[in-house]
Every structure is written in C-alpha cells, then in structure tokens.
Nanobody
Framework: QVQLVESGGGLVQAGGSLKLSCAAS????????MGWFRQAPAKEREFVAA????????SYLGSVKGRFTISRDNANNTVYLQMNSLKPEDTAVYYC????????????????????WGQGTQVTVSS
C-alpha cells in the first residue's frame, strides 16, 4: 500500500523559510516523478514544483521560481521542498504527489497526471 506523509508545515513570517518533507512508502520511488501542489482557501489546487525520476530534472511554478527548491533522496524515498523568501500569498495546504511516469511530460503540472497523494500540510505566512 502506497503512503505519502508530508511534514514541515507551520506558521512563519513573511521573508522566512520552511522545508517540507514527504516520506513515501509502499514501493521504491526512485524512478517516479514526485511533485508538490498547493491549495489556498477558496482556490483550486495548483502545481508548485516537480522533479523527475532518474534524470532529476526540475520544474517550477513561475511565482516560486528562485525561491523554492525541490529535491529528492531516493535512498530514503523522500522528496523535499525548501521554501525561502516566503510571502503571504504562499499560504496554502501543500500536497505531495507521485506519478508513475518518471519524466516531466507536458502533463506534469496537471493533478490528474499523478497517481498517489499525501494528506497535506498547512503552510501559513503572516505579513
């Protein structure tokens, strides 16, 4: 049974940093694409970042590029999201997701291109 467990969320002031972690279990994910999405109140869930399998290419939402960094530790089946220079508009529930397609395909920003999801972790950025 595949399980994704996020951690690291919390309350931080604008300009601060947080590092989210997502621990995956149930199989080996080294060749899978792993991603982060977020959902702010009254808004649809949106793509934030993704990292491919073996090639370890990355992709980011434009508004977080240069501030967020996605990385992975295949030995521990974990994906991270380092978030720096946080802004109030980054406030959302952040979700980890895994896709059996390891590549950053043209669909990699779409929710329906991911097979497994975590339960989410709240990130709140105060102004």
């Amino acid at each position: 049974q595949v399980q994704l467990v996020e951690s690291g969320g919390g309350l931080v002031q604008a300009g601060g940093s947080l590092k989210l972690s997502c621990a995956a279990s149930g199989r080996t994910f080294s060749t899978y694409r792993m991603g982060w999405f977020r959902q702010a109140p009254a808004k649809e869930r949106e793509f934030v970042a993704a990292i491919s399998g073996r090639t370890v290419n990355t992709s980011y939402l434009g508004s977080v590029k240069g501030r967020f960094t996605i990385s992975r530790d295949n030995a521990n089946n974990t994906v991270y999201l380092q978030m720096n220079s946080l802004k109030p508009e980054d406030t959302a529930v952040y979700y980890c997701a895994v896709a059996s397609s390891g590549l950053l395909t043209v669909r990699h920003t779409r929710e329906d291109d991911y097979d497994y999801w975590g339960q989410g972790t709240q990130v709140t950025v105060s102004s």
